[in-house]
C-alpha cells in the first residue's frame, strides 16, 4: 500500500514499494521525467547498517518537512517514489528538474535521532564528543566502506582522528598554527598574514578565489542608468585591471578578472563573457554621440541631467575603498562623478537600502556566495526575483534561465547557463570584479590537502590525508547546532562534510562524482 511523507501542506508525495516483479527500472517512467538511483552495494552507515532507499526518501521528507523550513527546491517536484529494492528506487518528476545531481547532497538517515550524537555517519568519520567552548572530537570508522576517498579517488590516508577547537580571531589563530597547536586553518588572506607565513618552513599555504564573487551593480530603475549605452561607456571608463591590482593582487599576484557571474573561474564550464578592454576615449566618444556636453566643472551633462551617481558599499572593507578610489578616478577622467555612501554592514544589507528605490543608490558595490549549482541564483535574473536588486528586466532571458530549471543533460545545461550570463553581460547589467580569495595553510606534516573553496569546505578530501594520525582543525565560530540537517552555519557544515556524504561530491571544479550511488539514470516520460 502507498504510504504518504511528512511534506510542506500543500504537497502530496507518495510512495510505492513494488512487490511484483517489474519491468527494468531504468526502461519505465510513467511521469514527465524520472531518475531512477542505483545505490552503492558497499555503502553502509557506521553502525554498520547498510545505505537504502528508505533513507532516501527519509531525506526527501527532511526537505519538505515545514518545520525544517520546506519546501526545498527539487523535492517539491517529486510527485512519485518507486521502490524497486534496497538499493533501486525511482523518483517521477512533475517537470525534469535540471539540478538533478544536487539532490542528496546530505543523506538523512531512515531511522534514529536527528541528533549528531545520535546518527550513524556515511563519511569517513563518525562523531565522539562535543566539549561545549573547547572542542568536537570525531573519529576515523574502523573497516569504512570505501577503500579510496570517493571524491578525490586517492587512496585512503592516515588521519584516525579530527579534533575541532573554535578559534574566532584570526590572528590568534595564526598564532596556534605556528606554534602548532592546530594543524590546518582556513582564514581570508591579508598582506600582513602572507608575509608571516612564507618565512615559516614548517606551514604551507594555497591561495585560490573563494566563494564570494565581488560585482558593481546598476540601478536600472534609473532613466540615465536604464539606457545600455551609458552602462557601456560606464564598463569602458573602468580599468578592472588596475582594481586588481589595487586590492586582490596584493595578496595573490596570479589572481584573475571574473568574466562570468553563474559560473566561476574554478568551474569546469566558466566562460568569460565580459573581455573588453579599458579604453577611456571610446567611454568619452559614446557620450558626446548621445549628446551628452561638458560642463565648466569637467562633469557630463546628458539632457537635464548631469552625470553624477551615488556609489554604495559596505564601510568595514579597506578593499571596497579601494574599489570606490578606483572607479572615482576612472569616470572622472571621462567626465562622470561619483559621491560615495559608506555604510555598515548591518545597515547596508537592511531591506530598505539594498533594496531600495533608485532615489537611495545608483550603483553599488558588494558580493554574492556563489554555490554549488547556478540554479541557487535563479531569482537574482528574474524579473521580479526575490534577489534583483538592480531591477534589471529582461523577459527573454529570464525564460532562458527558467529553461535552464529542466535540462537534465549536464553539459547542455551548462552551455544553456552559459547563454543566459553571455547575454547578461552582454546588457551590461553588472560588472563582475573577482571572487575574493581564500586560504587555507596547514602543517607541513600532512599531504593531501587541496583547496575546494568555493563549492565546497577544505575539508572535501580529508579521507585521503596523511602525515598524522590525529589532526587539530581550527574553526572560526563553534557551531550553532549539529544536527543531520543543519544548513547555513559554514562551522557545522565543515564538520558534517567529513560525517554525512551523499549521492553525489564535488571536485575543485564543480564536477560532481557518484559516492553513494552507482548510478543516477535519467528517463524522459513515456518509458
Known amino acids: ?33 524520472c531518475l531512477v538511483y542505483h545505490i552503492a552495494e558497499r555503502a553502509t ?54 539540478a538533478w545531481q544536487s539532490l542528496f547532497d546530505r543523506l538523512q538517515p531512515a531511522a534514529g535521532s536527528t541528533t549528531i550524537e545520535d546518527v550513524a555517519s556515511t563519511g569517513a568519520f563518525r562523531f565522539v564528543e562535543w566539549v561545549p567552548g573547547d572542542r568536537i572530537v570525531l ?18 590516508g592516515e588521519v584516525t582522528e579530527i579534533r575541532f577547537v573554535f578559534i574566532e580571531d584570526h590572528q590568534d589563530m595564526l598564532t596556534a598554527l605556528e606554534r602548532g597547536e592546530v594543524d590546518v586553518i582556513t582564514t581570508r588572506p591579508d598582506e600582513e ?7 615559516e618552513e614548517d606551514i604551507r599555504f594555497s591561495i585560490a578565489p573563494g566563494p564570494f564573487w565581488e560585482h558593481i551593480d546598476f540601478h536600472h530603475e534609473d532613466s540615465l542608468l536604464a539606457q545600455r549605452w551609458l552602462r557601456e561607456a560606464i564598463w569602458l571608463a573602468i580599468d578592472r585591471e588596475k582594481i586588481l591590482d589595487r586590492t586582490i593582487r596584493l595578496i595573490d599576484p596570479g589572481s584573475s578578472r571574473l568574466d562570468n557571474t553563474l559560473w566561476m573561474t574554478n568551474a569546469a564550464w566558466y566562460e568569460a563573457h565580459m573581455t573588453a578592454s579599458h ?10 554621440d548621445n549628446s551628452c556636453v561638458l560642463d565648466d566643472d569637467d562633469v557630463y551633462r546628458c539632457g537635464d541631467r548631469r552625470l553624477e551617481f551615488v556609489w554604495a558599499t559596505t564601510s568595514d572593507d579597506p578593499a571596497r575603498r579601494e574599489i570606490f578610489e578606483s572607479v572615482s578616478e576612472d569616470l572622472a577622467a571621462v567626465g562622470i562623478d561619483l559621491a560615495g555612501a559608506f555604510r555598515p554592514p548591518s545597515a547596508f544589507v537592511a531591506r530598505e537600502f539594498l533594496f531600495g528605490s533608485s532615489e537611495v543608490w545608483q550603483i553599488i558595490n558588494f558580493s554574492w556566495r556563489a554555490r554549488s549549482d547556478p540554479h541557487v541564483a535563479e531569482t537574482t535574473y528574474l524579473c521580479e526575483g526575490e534577489l534583483n536588486v538592480n531591477r534589471y528586466c529582461n523577459p527573454e532571458l529570464e525564460s532562458l534561465m527558467r529553461a ?10 551548462a552551455a544553456a547557463i552559459n547563454e543566459v550570463d553571455r547575454l547578461y553581460l552582454d546588457d ?48 572560526p565560530a563553534e557551531p550553532l547546532s549539529l544536527t543531520s540537517h543543519s544548513r547555513g552555519d559554514d562551522s557545522a557544515e565543515i564538520v558534517l562534510s567529513t560525517m554525512l556524504y551523499g549521492a553525489f561530491g564535488m571536485t575543485p571544479a564543480q564536477q560532481f562524482v557518484p559516492v553513494l550511488v552507482e548510478s543516477v539514470v535519467v528517463l524522459e516520460g513515456g518509458g
Open 279 to 288: 579604453d577611456p576615449a571610446a567611454a568619452e566618444q559614446i557620450l558626446v
Open 428 to 475: 551590461l547589467v553588472v560588472i563582475p570584479l573577482y571572487q575574493k580569495p581564500t586560504m587555507m595553510a596547514w602543517s607541513a606534516e600532512i599531504t593531501g590537502p587541496s583547496p575546494n573553496f568555493t563549492y565546497s569546505t577544505d575539508l572535501w578530501n580529508v579521507a585521503a590525508w596523511s602525515g598524522k594520525s590525529s589532526l587539530v582543525i581550527a574553526l
Open 404 to 413: 535552464t530549471a529542466t535540462i537534465t543533460d549536464p553539459e547542455g545545461r
Open 45 to 98: 552507515w557506521s553502525d554498520g547498517t547498510t545505505v537504502t532507499s528508505d533513507d532516501f526518501i527519509a531525506t526527501i521528507a527532511d526537505a519538505l518537512d515545514p518545520l525544517r523550513g520546506g519546501p526545498s527546491t527539487g523535492y517539491d517536484q517529486i510527485s512519485h517514489v518507486e521502490v524497486i529494492d534496497d538499493k533501486t528506487f525511482r523518483l517521477d518528476f512533475d517537470r525534469p528538474h535540471g
Open 193 to 199: 598574514t602572507i608575509g608571516r607565513l612564507e618565512d
Open 1 to 33: 500500500m502507498p504510504s504518504t511523507i511528512p511534506t510542506a501542506p500543500t504537497t502530496t508525495l507518495a510512495t510505492t514499494t513494488t512487490t511484483a516483479s517489474p519491468p527494468s527500472a531504468d526502461e519505465v517512467c510513467p511521469a514527465t521525467a
Open 139 to 156: 573519529e576515523r570508522i574502523p573497516g569504512w566502506w570505501s577503500s579510496v576517498d570517493p571524491i578525490s579517488g586517492l587512496p585512503a
